[in-house]
């Protein structure tokens, strides 16, 4: 058996180890193998997140749109008084809402109906009960005496708020103005004196 020196045995395994060494081709497709892979996953995760993404964005154009047809119709377009007041008109917003008057401090008994197309003030206390003998004693009980309000159906005529205070314009012929305030979450009073309630919760 011959025995091999030290720097015979180097050698043998240098050459041993250049076998097992991988080529220059063997090394590429190695490192495709190993970096490629994560590419794909990146870009599939991409394509997979971009509809998700795409549809949030649509869904939140169109919340916004629908955000500000809202404001624009049920809130009002807002207006200064040159006071810094905020004045805004509440028209669609009355659509629907119904008025009676609750006090007895005047010769008139009013229903007032607010809709899309058309107010409606009916004085139900001259159309019924109302009698013109009746004595100048009887008519003193009543302590509001004018009254702003005309019964009548109308179909152009605004809402608009300031504060607590709402102001109803009516236009054509027959037009007038009528202040109404807030005194609670259903309760108005008119700028004569005369009281109403509604079911509605108005803001």
């Not at 991988?22 to 970096?35: A, C, D, M, V």
């Not at 807002?78 to 008025?99: Q, R």
Request: proline share 3%.
């Amino acid at each position: 058996m011959k025995h091999l020196s030290d720097d015979e045995i180097t050698k043998e395994l240098e050459v041993l180890g250049q076998s097992f060494r991988p080529s220059s081709t063997q090394k590429e497709n190695l490192h495709r193998r190993i970096f490629q892979p994560s590419c794909n996953k990146k870009a599939n995760r991409i394509q997979t997140w971009l509809p998700t993404i795409v549809s949030l964005v649509v869904l939140f154009s169109v919340c916004t749109g629908i955000f500000v047809l809202f404001n624009n119709e049920y809130i009002g377009t807002g207006e200064s008084s040159g006071k810094g007041e905020h004045i805004t008109d509440v028209t669609a917003s009355w659509d629907g809402v119904f008025l009676r008057q609750t006090s007895q401090t005047s010769t008139t008994y009013y229903e007032i109906i607010f809709s899309k197309n058309s107010l409606v003030i009916e004085d139900r206390f001259q159309s019924s009960s109302y009698d013109p003998d009746l004595s100048e004693e009887i008519l003193k009980r009543y302590k509001i005496k004018e009254v702003p309000l005309v019964a009548g159906e109308f179909t152009k005529y605004s809402i608009k708020k300031k504060n607590d205070t709402y102001t109803i314009k009516v236009t054509g012929k027959q037009g007038f103005t009528y202040t109404l305030k807030k005194i609670a979450p259903r309760k108005f009073v008119g700028e004569e004196g005369i009281e109403y309630s509604t079911e509605t919760y108005l803001e």
